[in-house]
């Protein structure tokens, strides 16, 4: 199946602050890459999505870049807030959805 | 969103049992659900597609005796856990794609699964 790595594991970033999130993805047939924020213990919440036809998709604070040559994607959160503190994973998918390994992303106030 | 419903959300239950977790799709139909298990601070891991009215696809590593999907209609998936042992204890958790957004995938809640 689809090898989807996620880079970094950690993250921390002022209040205010950027953060940017990078994943990769082995199989040239994936054509959705949705990004989904999990709180602990909680269901993961689908935050922005984008499909291979696009290079790059914006909602408010938070934007995805898609690069299908390189089969890399990312995600960038602008003007950070404690409440994005999360664990965020991406995924590659054709039929199945394969997850990155998560980011756990700290916002400090 | 489509809403995605999954029971329980927390059990414990001795080694040499089974368990049954119930994931169902309470405002569209789902053709295909998903499987997934993860342990604590790490991924989520593909176990299963389950397809209505036809075997699961199980992914490499995954025991299919152990790990028992049935996908009876469009709006239920079950998996059973069989003759569980304590290193089966993770959180295990569906997901649902609504074949009018074929693209998206819904999450039920999760399960917690312990076994003593």
């Known amino acids: 199946g689809e090898n989807v790595e996620q880079h970094p594991s950690t993250l921390s970033v002022q209040e205010g602050d950027s953060a940017v999130i990078k994943c990769t993805y082995s199989?040239?047939?994936?054509?959705?890459f949705p990004w989904y924020k999990q709180e602990l213990g909680k269901r993961p919440q689908l935050i922005i999505d984008?499909?291979?036809?696009?290079g790059e998709k914006k909602d408010q604070r938070i934007a995805v870049t898609l690069n299908k040559t390189a089969k890399h994607f990312s995600l960038h959160i602008t003007e950070t807030q404690p409440e994005d503190s999360a664990v965020y994973f991406c995924?590659?998918?054709?039929?199945?959805?394969?997850f990155g390994t998560g980011t756990s992303l700290t916002v400090i106030p | 969103g489509a809403v995605v419903s999954q029971h329980p959300s927390w059990v414990i239950c001795k080694s040499g049992t089974s368990v049954k977790i119930e994931c169902r799709s309470l405002?569209?139909?789902?053709?295909?659900m998903f499987w997934y298990r993860q342990f604590p601070k790490q991924s989520l891991m593909l176990m299963a597609t389950?397809?209505?009215?036809?075997?699961?696809?199980?992914e490499q590593g995954v025991e299919k005796d152990k790990f028992l999907i049935n996908h009876a209609s469009l709006t239920l998936s079950t998996l059973t856990v069989t003759s569980a042992h304590p290193e089966d204890s993770s959180f295990y958790i569906c997901?649902?794609?609504?074949?009018?957004?074929?693209?998206?995938?819904?999450f039920g809640q999760g399960t917690r699964l312990t076994v003593v």
């Open positions: 997901s649902a794609r609504d074949p009018f957004r074929r693209s998206e995938a819904f």
């Open positions: 199989d040239s047939a994936s054509n959705y």
């Open positions: 984008i499909r291979s036809n696009v």
């Open positions: 995924a590659a998918t054709q039929d199945q959805f394969y």
């Open positions: 405002d569209f139909q789902a053709t295909t």
């Open positions: 389950s397809n209505e009215g036809s075997k699961a696809t199980y």
